[in-house]
T-cell receptor, first 112, second 115 residues
Framework: DAKTTQPPSMDCAEGRAANLPCNHS???????VYWYRQIHSQGPQYIIH???NNETNEMASLIITEDRKSSTLILPHATLRDTAVYYC?????????????FGTGTRLKVLA | NAGVMQNPRHLVRRRGQEARLRCSPM?????VYWYRQLPEEGLKFMVY????????ESGMPKERFSAEFPKEGPSILRIQQVVRGDSAAYFC?????????????FGDGTRLSIL
């Protein structure tokens, strides 16, 4: 089972910030949070990952709460091309394979 | 472009035929993961391989499915005697060191359709 829960869908106005929440209340101390997005018919695209500190790159910012039980992906100025399904992932570290366990993600729709 | 390459992008097979899906990892990556995605669902883990070794195949059906990652050449996911239920998108991902925090990088998948 996925270690994360996300709202199934969200809308965001073009040019505004998109804030996508993720709950990972069972995360262990050494487990990272990864964010990917999947645009129709393409493979998942890596966005950002973090452990406990906030992270920022050219695509997005990742805010992780102090207790690490939840995080928020922020797309600062959403465009129509950001319409996609966004997945928040915590890897399975117990089996030693570090495989990803995908949930159902959040379908973000950016509106013109 | 040194990304993960999968081919073919689309594959059509009749029931009972064999399907062979290929994945070339990113340069310098020796870990390969295969995932399957049904319509409107998230990706499901199938198998994890390092060069010449299957490390975890817990997500792969016991029959008809096999995977390899030879010393030379791409990783291959092989499905024998395909059935309609095998229709799906199959994605390959690669990464560097196992256990590191480095992310997996995905290819654009092979869409398998069974007639």
């Amino acid at each position: 089972d996925a270690k994360t829960t996300q709202p199934p869908s969200m809308d965001c106005a073009e040019g505004r910030a998109a804030n996508l929440p993720c709950n990972h209340s069972t995360i262990s101390g050494n487990e990272y949070v990864y964010w990917y997005r999947q645009i129709h018919s393409q493979g998942p695209q890596y966005i950002i990952h973090g452990l406990k500190n906030n992270e920022t790159n050219e695509m997005a910012s990742l805010i992780i709460t102090e207790d690490r039980k939840s995080s928020t992906l922020i797309l600062p100025h959403a465009t129509l091309r950001d319409t996609a399904v966004y997945y928040c992932i915590v890897r399975d570290t117990t089996s030693g394979t570090y495989k990803y366990i995908f949930g159902t993600g959040t379908r973000l729709k950016v509106l013109a | 472009n040194a990304g993960v390459m999968q081919n073919p992008r689309h594959l059509v097979r009749r029931r009972g035929q064999e399907a062979r899906l290929r994945c070339s990892p990113m340069k310098g990556h020796s870990h390969v993961y295969w995932y399957r995605q049904l319509p409107e669902e998230g990706l499901k883990f199938m198998v994890y391989l390092q060069k010449e070794n299957i490390i975890d195949e817990s997500g792969m059906p016991k029959e008809r499915f096999s995977a390899e990652f030879p010393k030379e050449g791409p990783s291959i996911l092989r499905i024998q005697q395909v059935v309609r239920g095998d229709s799906a998108a199959y994605f390959c991902a690669s990464s560097t060191l196992q256990g590191s925090n480095q992310p997996q990088h995905f290819g654009d998948g092979t869409r398998l359709s069974i007639l």
